[in-house]
């Protein structure tokens, strides 16, 4: 997994000095478990690797798009299974990206496939999400949750007061936010 943040980055945010592997093994850790809560959060991937959502029917009109929760630099491959079952590649597909989200449509002047079989599960779209875009509030609520992990490794910590680390994280999160289509 390749995470918006290096161990470097969360080095210099938790002002930490040299590190011994076993260290920069449990800060890589930390760092991917802070990355996946944002990611859960939102509802998006923020880190490398790919995506594949699944979809039951085509739009009925070409100016309605079909959506990924993921911010693709790449046009995501299309295919689905027509009337006969058999696997088909849609083609002549464009991507819009706006606010974390990947919308797919046809070619200008194109329509949708006429011929799915709008069965379940029956389009396949797979996507590479961008993680040189995350945005950089984004990348300041993970390195929060890094610093929360990192100072409280355990289940409970006795005798101190709780700040708003979460409330802040949120905060920034929030605008990301996507509803799942």
């Not at 085509?58 to 006969?84: E, L």
């Not at 709008?118 to 984004?138: C, L």
Request: proline share 7%; net charge negative; charged share 15%.
């Amino acid at each position: 997994m390749v995470s918006p943040i290096t161990v470097a980055e969360a080095q210099t945010h938790l002002r930490l000095g040299p590190l011994d592997s076993d260290e920069s093994a449990e800060l890589e850790r930390i760092i991917e478990a802070a990355t996946y809560h944002a990611s859960a959060y939102c509802n998006q991937q923020f880190t490398d690797g790919s995506v594949t959502e699944y979809h039951d029917s085509f739009p009925t009109h070409p100016g309605q798009p079909v959506n990924m929760n993921i911010n693709t630099a790449a046009t995501p491959s299309v295919t689905y299974y027509d009337t006969s079952n058999n696997q088909q590649t849609a083609t002549s597909i464009r991507h819009i990206v706006r606010g974390g989200r990947t919308s797919i449509y046809p070619e200008f002047g194109g329509d949708w496939p006429q011929d799915c079989n709008n069965e379940p599960g029956s389009i396949t779209v797979v996507g590479t999400p961008d993680t040189s875009a995350v945005p950089a509030p984004v990348k300041s609520a993970i390195l929060l949750y890094v610093g929360d992990l990192y100072e409280n490794r355990e289940n409970s910590v006795v005798g101190t007061i709780t700040s708003s680390i979460k409330l802040t994280a949120e905060r920034l999160l929030t605008p990301y936010k996507t509803r799942a289509a």
